[in-house]
């Protein structure tokens, strides 16, 4: 999130707890000539105390209670934004430790994208047990201004797996829904200290990952995720996620796009991930028992990819596409969030699509030069987008010293290259 939207939420979440800030907020006018007037009147004792001396034992006593207003003011707005901007923020996720993690993968996953079957239960409400929400409540800030500011406060509910089953060729996977205020707080924020004072009294660090660990290993380990089921860790939510690869074909020729996230949480900030990714909302489909994979599919394509301002892809908004289910993983960094990971294919062969068939050779050309002599003509500066249609400058990518690849990227790229084969 850039600075100006998240200054913009932090005015917002003040205005909720503070009327002064409210006032500021919603009469930016008259806050602003009062701002003025009182600047010019400030302005105006210091010129009297340095030009005129005859009224100088007056404004000795009067210029000291104004500056003390105008210094209060001041360090109170000041730690109040820094508080909010700075509570660690790239400590909610340790990356550091991602390579020591286990991504584990359901096997015998060859299932068509039509024999899905997604069983909602509108029903019922993950409700965060008493023991998760003994562990967060010593954190040292106040999660709801954390919340308001780091989240804008969209706290739709997000659709939960409970247990995914692959029986008779069709994939079932049985979900209910999470508030995203819980998500936020579990998958989110595995790495934050828990407790400052516990950890300086220990001498150790108390996060979740650290004090879920063991047992989220014995759970998914236990299973053998060689069969054709498994039961999620029940003391978390467990979005469902989704990360999906575009094929764009012409040409005789496959290319996929890449997507870097310029402006996203600390974990995925500037870092190239596959086409698309995101976790699953409930909205639009709370009245539904059944819910087609497809649409899920759409609704996260269109979102990122086809309907973002500016895209290059717009075209492909009606087009008709292939789908396919390539592969599955219970996502360590995020605490086993699970997710799946889709191919979706486009023929762009006919003149409807000669704009993008020229934007993905010229994006093509422009990152090749940047791989190879680290100059494409940009400052070096990396589009949104990202086309390769060789395979092998994906690892390229992987090993490059400037680029960083988010901790999917790999399973994705091995999920394609086994398809593709």
Known sequence: MDFEKRLSKIVDNLSIKYDFFY???????TFSLLFIIYLIFIIYVVYEIYTKHTFQGIIDNIFPFFVDIAIVFLITVTVLVIRIIYNDEDGRINEDEKENLKIYQLKNFNVDINNIEIIFNKEEYYSQPQLIE?????????????????YGSLDISKIAVKRIVIEDNKLKIHC???SFYDIAYTHYFPDYKLSSSSSTDSKNIFTLRSLLKNNLDETYSSQKLLSNSIELFNLLPNPLGLTGIVTLNFNNKNYYILQVRHKSEAAAKNKIQWSFAGTIDTVPNLYKDKISFKELIDNELNDEIIDIKNSPFTTLKDCKK????????????????????????????DNKHIDLQNYIIDNEKSFSKYLNDGNDGNDGKISNFIILSDLKMIQKIMKHKDLKVRNLFKPGYDFLTREVK
């Open 134 to 150: 003994n562990l967060l409540k010593w954190i040292d800030f106040d999660k709801d201004d954390y919340f308001r500011t780091h």
């Open 176 to 178: 209910n829904q999470a």
């Open 23 to 29: 006032l500021i907020k919603n009469n930016k006018l």
């Open 322 to 349: 292939e789908y396919r289910l390539i592969g599955f993983v219970l996502n360590p960094l995020y605490l086993y969030q699970p997710e799946f990971f889709t191919n979706v294919t486009y023929d762009i062969n």
